[in-house]
């Protein structure tokens, strides 16, 4: 088994629930790395991880950058040691409710490119180190848009989809290497995002949100290794707690359960 995680690094720390997250990990006995592209914000949200007696250490970096993503990766290694869990929280939305056929293609793209191309960015840049060093855990924030379809946010929709699937792919290559990875759906946080989204209009009026906590009390019960069986599937803040997994866990479940597949028409389907 991999041992609990005791570096970790976070991308889109300087905000929202990336931020909370990196405060939640400090507080659990995490060194942290945060890393975020406003520099400001990012040195406001150092502050709050030290705050919490953790070490830790901030640099600017936009996933979509590769080479600088790696450089930044280096710096907060040099600092902190080995990273062995990466959360991937950077992400974006569309400014704009709209089909996909009234979407703006370069607001398209950078809603992919954030979400989805800079999480594979940070995958690159960081497992590497955890498979020569036998192991390591990756959070992806995903959500139940990659799951369903949407008449809009259809970019976010595309990028979180394809995020589960780069998550599958993790899981099925990094088995062998000790590497787990799971996807984090938070539910509906109250964050500038969501507070700006027409989507949630009613939701404001209801003060309805899932809680910070409820998320960090996953990602913190993932990086102490508690969570591992549900390496490649999906679990949501708000549905699930860590006491509900492990007995779920400790049940059983089949291969497809928190997957992302194809259903079939029957047994005579010949996609089964």
Request: hydrophobic share 45%.
């Given at each position: ?5 005791r570096?970790a690094?976070v991308?889109?720390a300087s905000?929202?629930?990336g ?14 790395g945060?890393l975020g ?8 949200a150092?502050?709050a991880v030290?705050?919490t ?5 901030a640099?600017?970096?936009?996933v979509v950058d ?6 930044a ?12 869990l990466?959360?991937s ?9 709209v089909p996909?056929?009234e979407?703006?293609?370069e ?5 992919v ?5 800079g ?8 497992v ?6 036998g192991?390591?855990r990756?959070i992806h924030?995903?959500s139940?848009s ?6 809009v ?11 589960f ?6 899981h ?13 759906a938070?539910?509906?946080v ?10 949630h ?13 409820e998320v960090?009390a996953l990602?913190v019960?993932f990086a102490?290794g508690?969570?591992?069986?549900f390496?490649g599937?999906?679990v949501r ?9 492990s007995a779920?866990?400790?049940a059983g ?10 259903r079939?028409?029957g047994?005579?389907d010949?996609?089964r």
């Amino acid at each position: 088994m991999t041992p609990p995680s005791r570096v970790a690094l976070v991308t889109g720390a300087s905000s929202g629930i990336g931020r909370g997250l990196a405060e939640a990990l400090g507080a659990a006995g995490l060194a942290v790395g945060l890393l975020g592209r406003d520099g400001q914000r990012l040195q406001d949200a150092l502050a709050a991880v030290r705050g919490t007696g953790a070490r830790a250490a901030a640099a600017p970096a936009d996933v979509v950058d590769l080479a600088g993503l790696q450089r930044a990766v280096e710096q907060l290694q040099a600092e902190l040691g080995p990273v062995d869990l990466l959360v991937s929280a950077a992400g974006i939305i569309e400014a704009s409710e709209v089909p996909v056929w009234e979407a703006d293609p370069e607001e398209w793209r950078r809603v992919v490119e954030v979400d989805l191309v800079g999480a594979f960015h940070a995958v690159r840049a960081v497992v590497p180190g955890m498979v020569e060093r036998g192991g390591g855990r990756v959070i992806h924030l995903d959500s139940g848009s990659g799951i369903r379809d949407s008449a809009v946010y259809s970019a976010y929709g595309a990028a979180k989809a394809g995020l589960f699937r780069l998550g599958g792919s993790l899981h099925a290559a990094g088995a062998a290497h000790g590497v787990t990875v799971l996807e984090l759906a938070p539910g509906v946080v109250r964050t500038p995002m969501t507070m700006a989204m027409a989507a949630h209009e009613q939701r404001r009026q209801r003060d309805e949100w899932t809680s910070q906590a409820e998320v960090d009390a996953l990602a913190v019960a993932f990086a102490r290794g508690e969570l591992d069986a549900f390496s490649g599937r999906m679990v949501r803040a708000g549905v699930d707690t860590p006491a509900s997994l492990s007995a779920r866990a400790a049940a059983g479940f089949d291969d497809d359960d928190r997957t992302l597949r194809l259903r079939p028409w029957g047994a005579d389907d010949p996609l089964r």
